[in-house]
């Protein structure tokens, strides 16, 4: 049997959650790779909104077991808020969330070093969700981090304390004013941590290959997306793991030739939340109706999403990093209404036309070239059959299927499960 993977396009927010949702019937297990409590998964059914921020998005499903890779970092205090929040699904944990002993731990100093080294920053700050994932990940490469599996160990403590003291040195190196209350925020963690380990820690590696042996179908759902990616994003405006395909392989123990389908999740426009260079970000009107109809505010932080045309240049660039198999296009019914869309379909880099990604899309060297396409105006909203979509939708969609040569399978028209056209 292979693993599946689902990933996310753009610069994250593509509406992964809402497909892992709907896909997760197909699969005895789901998996999160990469990142931590800095993404934000919003599912909708039975009229009920969920944000999950490290959980998977499989949870919700009655026989799927849903895996925290050793490739995500875990804020115990967080989880143990995700957990509460989903207390009234009488959702048998112990047997349904299993925990990687590899997984690396979020302590509270690291969430005061994000804020440091953001504070230090000044304007040229990433616009972290300040969630202490870069400090974790920093730890783990530095070979200074705490995992799950140290939780059973019986110098626990003296590790925890040794780390903190590290850390408070450093953000005392940052120079700048941090208030915290370091007992609050350690009885804070120490209450998280008493929920987790009551939780089921497991060899996650171990544990997926076997089930891979017994014909187990697994679904890797990964979090932010490609041009968030540590090596392939904009760097350095990205996050601090590797959101691409590559990363389900080390965030979970799974070696390349198992990996079947690559579904790619897109926003049928851009959207980007934080800092960092945007090509085809609009400043105008259109700009302003997509954030407005899309809703677009971070699920994990509030902060209003960026909001731009399609940019095919980039798309096609993901779409080869992850060796994407399938497209699924979210948001559809946000665009109903413009008389007149654009798609971006190349670069003019520093005085040439390019079509590849290249090493700096910063403004000042990018200028997107577009070509324009017909609006519709009917409500996609209340639409289940493919034959209902618009022409002029299915002329937008084709165009993206030639340009990028990967079949569009799913058509997303709203929110909700329901709201979901298959092709
Ligand atoms: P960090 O991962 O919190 O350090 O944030 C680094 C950058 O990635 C910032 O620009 C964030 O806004 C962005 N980012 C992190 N997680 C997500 C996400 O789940 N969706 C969208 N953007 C994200």
Request: aromatic share 10%; glycine share 10%.
């Amino acid at each position: 049997m292979a693993i599946n993977l689902l990933l996310g396009l753009q610069w994250g927010d593509e509406g992964k959650g809402k497909i892992v949702d709907v896909l997760t019937r197909d699969y005895d297990i789901i998996a999160r790779f990469q990142g931590g409590p800095n993404a934000g998964h919003t599912l909708i059914f039975d009229g009920y909104k969920h944000v999950l921020h490290t959980i998977p998005s499989g949870i919700f499903h009655k026989t799927a077991v849903n895996v925290v890779g050793n490739g995500v970092v875990i804020d115990p205090v967080i989880f143990k808020r995700e957990l509460d929040n989903l207390s009234k699904f009488e959702i048998d944990f112990a047997t349904k969330l299993l925990i990687s002993r590899k997984a690396h731990l979020i302590l509270p100093t690291h969430r005061l070093l994000d804020a440091a080294s953001e504070t230090a920053k000044g304007k040229a700050k990433i616009g972290s969700t300040l969630k202490g994932i870069g400090p974790t990940y920093m730890d783990k490469t530095g070979r200074n981090g705490l995992r799950v599996g140290d939780l059973e160990m019986a110098d626990w403590q003296e590790r925890y304390d040794a780390l903190t003291e590290k850390h408070i040195r450093m953000i005392d190196f940052y120079g700048v004013k941090l208030e915290y209350d370091l007992k609050e925020l350690q009885e804070e963690f120490d209450e998280g941590v008493k929920r987790l380990k009551e939780l089921t820690f497991i060899d996650s590696e171990e544990y997926l290959n076997s089930a891979l042996k017994n014909g187990k179908s697994i679904l890797a759902e990964g979090a932010q997306g490609s041009l968030l990616d540590v090596d392939f994003g904009t760097y350095p405006f990205v996050t601090s793991s590797n959101t691409t395909a590559a990363g389900a392989c080390t965030g979970l123990g799974i070696a390349p030739n198992k990996i079947g389908d690559v579904f790619g999740i897109f926003k049928a426009y851009t959207t980007r939340v934080g800092s960092g260079p945007f090509p085809t970000e609009l400043f105008d009107e259109d700009g302003v109706e997509m954030a407005k109809v899309g809703q677009e505010f971070g699920a994990t932080t509030g902060r209003p999403r960026r909001c731009g045309w399609l940019d095919l240049v980039a798309l096609k660039y993901a779409v080869q990093v992850n060796g994407v198999t399938q497209l699924m296009m979210m948001k559809s019914d946000v665009l109903s209404g413009f008389d007149t869309l654009k798609i971006c379909t190349s670069y003019m880099y520093k005085g040439e036309e390019i079509s590849h990604f290249p090493f700096n899309v910063e403004p000042e060297n990018v200028r997107p070239v577009y070509s324009e396409f017909k609006g519709w105006q009917a409500d996609l909203t209340q639409m289940t059959e493919k034959e209902q979509l618009p022409k002029n939708l299915m002329d937008y969609i084709s165009f993206i299927e030639k340009e990028v040569e990967v079949p569009i399978k799913i058509v997303s028209v709203g929110p909700d499960r329901k709201q979901t056209i298959l092709r």
